[in-house]
């Protein structure tokens, strides 16, 4: 497996799929366009 290839190609589901590492959460509802984290800390 060729882990820059994948990268370069956005197909990391197969890559991580042929290596039985991929890691499958379920409906989430949520859209990551709708995630907004916010980071509060000392300056």
Known sequence: LAPQLHLDQHTSYDYFKR?????MTGPTMTNVNDLR???I???
Do not use: Q
């Open 41 to 43: 800390g000392k300056p």
């Open 37 to 39: 984290i916010i980071l």
């Open 19 to 23: 290596l039985d590492r991929l890691l």
